[in-house]
């Protein structure tokens, strides 16, 4: 071969070679376009043909518009609050008792409802069926809220329930005694507009969710279990509906909870040797320790967006963006690393990228002249449902990385199994269907709860556990929650008793139209 001719052979070639490359990558945007402009999830899942079962109607005059209110601003006023395991304003707890029985006399006195107090506090409701072969669901809610301290920033005192241009301030209001006053209120309005249902259902009312609900909630199952109870589906707190919180998205997302962040939260502890603080050895406890909980900090744990359920919540919601988001949502196979990137700018969306770490206490020192002996920090992680929680604790030793830094596995569980959301799916469709009839804007899709609840206990009574409740969140409101001046419109509140007061009607219903009908109609 000449020289000319191989020179000749290796342009050909590569010829060859850039113009397939230019096919692939054609072909790849091809299919890439073609997904954005037929990529609707939802599309062939509107069920048809609802059997009618709301047949009481959900208006509410004035009378019961200023009596709801009173009844949700009283209960907002009981601080109920829990501090630990064993720090629980009992006093609150018993008063919050005569509270509910005072403000639904029908809900206590009805014979269609039975009631019982487990474990001092929390309650549980039985409402049975009239058919038998209806396999019962159940509502929960939580009585007990977080500490909060006017000083930090409120606009009104955290137990005051005052209202501000049409909100009600006060520690509850979105977390979680919306949902405990709306539920019992519905029931209330219900039972005196002559309602039976037809299906059996349980309402049950936490009063240690958040200091992990294992006396509440877990005693409740135990009720459940030896009665030999099986549940069609459970809802409880955790997602909400999403108003101009997720950028680009067209008009407000429902996201129903599906599952929820497993949770570690490991203590870690130095011990040295107490003694003069004339005398300091070139490292403390807490400089020690200070630099174990600077190195987790600054090491996140990797970004997993997209290979969790929280894909689903875009898939889901893809056509209701404009383009190019549009066409990013409707690729996430190529796209959810770079979105993974974008959303761990801001803590609120960061969560659902990766398992969070926070730093939630820090402890050490006596007196300023005594080298302290113990220094202990407290961490909290959200394990994203693509990892363990054996998996998220190797990743802390390692990048703790010392071994003078002891650790300790406090409290921790797995992420919660992922719950049916397919058009068969009856919990899923029902509350969406309620949903839909109520805010017809809006759109419902998937998520995943980033803090936990107490359904969490209940994964042995219901194979589908749903986490939602239709409490508007707007551009800063997420930071409300555990946070100052949590809220909610008195106009949401009713919105939330007129949820449930329909939510009940439609689980009447005996089985879901079939997904096809939609198509087929004449
Ligand atoms: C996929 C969604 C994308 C963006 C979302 C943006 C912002 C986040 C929005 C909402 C966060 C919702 C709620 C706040 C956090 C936790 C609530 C969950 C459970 C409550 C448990 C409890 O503390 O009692
Ligand atoms: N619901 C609270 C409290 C809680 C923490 C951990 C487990 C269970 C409940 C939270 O998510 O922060
Ligand atoms: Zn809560
Ligand atoms: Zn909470």
Redesign the pocket.
Known sequence: MTERSAKLNILKFVKIVSFSLLLVILGFFVAATVRTLTFDVNAGLQLAHWEKTNNIASDINQHQREELLANFRDAIRIPTVSTTETQLNTTALREFDSLLRKAFPTVFSSHLVQHEVVANYSHLFWVPGSDLALVPYMLLA?IDVVPAEERDGWEAPPFSAKEINGFIYGRGTI??KQSVMGILQALEYLLIRGYSPRRGFFIGLGHD??VSGFQGAMNIVRVLKKKGVQLAFVLD????V?DG??SGLQGPAA?IGISEKGLATVKLSVSKAPGHSSMPPSESSIGILAGAVKRLEENPMPRLFGEGP?RG??EHLAHKFRLPLKFVMSNMWLFSPLLGRVMERRP??N??VRTTTAITMFNSGVKVNILPSQAEAYVNLRIHSAQSLQEVLELIQSTVGDERVKMELVDGFDPLPVSSYDETSFGFQIIKKTVLDQFPQVTVAP?I?????DSRHYTDLAKDIY?FAPTW?RPGD?QR??GINERISKKNYEELVVFYFNLIQNCDIKDLPSPHSAGHEL
């Open positions: 939580h977390d979680n969710e958040e707190e955790g997602l909400a999403l919180v997720i996201l929280e919540t875009f609120d969306t969560a659902f998520g709860c980033i803090g936990n609840t986490r969140f997420a929650f555990h």
